[in-house]
């Protein structure tokens, strides 16, 4: 991998041309944005100055102070959906009442960071989604599994009535990675459980996942402490 060391639109336009792919849009992106890489980090202190062919004709360091944490990300294309600005959807949760909360602007899917995310938020999200919002519970450090690509708004602040989420407070500029990002939990029908129920979330196929536990009629997640 590279090290986000130095990392900048430069160095992310060299990378998508290097690909053959737009750089209209390049994005250089730090910590890790699409989760961490593993073996070697093969570059660090990267400085381009977006006219070269590919990456190694960049300044560069061979030796590095990096841990995988640090992986350089690029985006270089934002696909557009045909969602519309403030629209909300619920993903990766075992049913529709639930999920990563994933918000659309400018035609573009992102996620929302957890920082300051509690019940009055996940109420209106709930509320917007048509489902019932008496209850509903704000979760985070992306208790559905990481997102990818951009995190949309951060430090967002509701009252819980308001019809939906751009109507709250908030700040498209944010200091956060997909590890934080926030969901909900509404409640209605489809989320009902059996005390003692368990259930495998987010996984490539049925048999492996996040382990989610039913309590008191309500599914939530299990602590790693002495997990073995």
Known sequence: TVCDDF???????VVCNQLNISSADATALGSAYFGAG????NMDNVF?????????DCSFSETHNCAHSEDASVICVFMKSNCTDGEVRLADGLNETEGRVELCVDGVWGTVCDDLWGNSEAQVV??????NSEG???VGSATYGQGVGLIHIDDVQCDGDESDLFACSYTTNHNCIHAEDAGVQCVGPGNECTHGDVNLIGGSNYTEGRVEVCINGYWGTVCDDSWT
């Open 48 to 56: 381009c100055d977006g006219s070269e062919e590919q990456l190694t």
């Open 126 to 131: 709930c509320r917007q989604l048509g489902l």
């Open 136 to 138: 509903a519970i704000g």
């Open 7 to 13: 990392w900048s639109t430069n160095d992310a336009v």
């Open 38 to 41: 593993t073996g070697a980090i």
